[in-house]
């Protein structure tokens, strides 16, 4: 069964470092997303991407992210300056469809530790 | 915009008992919700979802009841195993919108 991969599993990076986290959706998908987790929080919501550009994003996805699709089949997340408080654990997802109707499966996740 | 709102927070059974899990949402349009398995460590996988046009989903163990007039939908688990054990989270979306919005998740344990 096809899945979403991440790379990498765990990125370790000095504040204000930029950090590039990759993923590789779903072959067919047409949809694509980023959530974040803080240890032990809900699941939040960072951006959606379909047909080479942003859908929605949510106020957390401010001028420090930005998200490319530098080729056919990878989907990435850039932070450009990070902050402590961007430690987390950052998961891709896609779908075939748009978001309501059509499952999102989620990429093992990467988890971000900023020191 | 849309705010979910997920109950308890930590829930602990007996192996063999139910378990039930509720969810509220605020947002009318709403017409999407998914419920996902944590496991620790590892990726939200999709157990169960509902759509609007539907009451109840059941799958083997697992149910799903909606109540639109109520905004509110629970996750029922049947005769609870140990590999139950994990932390759910409830989400709601809406047709106008891409983003899935998350309940702060609920964590099961199974005791034996």
């Known amino acids: 069964e096809p899945e979403v991969t991440q790379t990498p599993s765990h990125q370790v990076t000095q504040m204000g470092q930029e950090v590039i986290l990759r993923c590789v959706p779903i072959s067919n998908h047409l949809y694509f997303y980023w959530y974040r987790q803080i240890l032990g929080q809900k699941v939040e919501f960072l951006v959606s991407?379909?047909?080479?550009?942003?859908?929605?994003k949510s106020e957390i996805f401010d001028d420090q992210f930005s998200v490319e699709r530098p080729d056919g089949s990878n989907f990435t997340l850039k932070i450009r300056s990070t902050k402590l408080e961007d430690s987390a654990m950052y998961f891709c997802?896609?779908?075939?469809?748009?978001?309501?109707?059509?499952?999102?499966?989620f990429g093992p996740g990467t988890r971000l530790t900023v020191l | 915009g849309e705010n979910v709102e997920q109950h308890p927070s930590t829930l602990s059974v007996q192996e063999g008992d139910s378990a039930v899990i509720k969810c509220t949402y605020s947002?009318?349009?709403?017409?999407?919700f998914p419920w996902y398995k944590q496991e620790l460590g590892k990726r939200p996988q999709l157990i169960i979802d509902i759509r609007s046009n539907v009451g109840e989903k059941k799958d083997q163990r697992i149910a799903v009841t909606l109540n639109k007039t109520a905004k509110h939908f629970s996750l029922h688990i049947t005769e609870t195993q140990p590999e139950d054990s994990a932390v759910y989270f409830c989400a709601a979306s809406s047709r106008s919108n891409y983003q899935l919005i998350w309940g702060a998740g609920t964590k099961l344990i199974i005791k034996p």
């Open positions: 947002d009318s349009a709403s017409n999407y």
């Open positions: 997802a896609s779908s075939a469809g748009t978001g309501s109707y059509n499952e999102q499966f």
């Open positions: 991407f379909y047909n080479n550009e942003i859908s929605e």
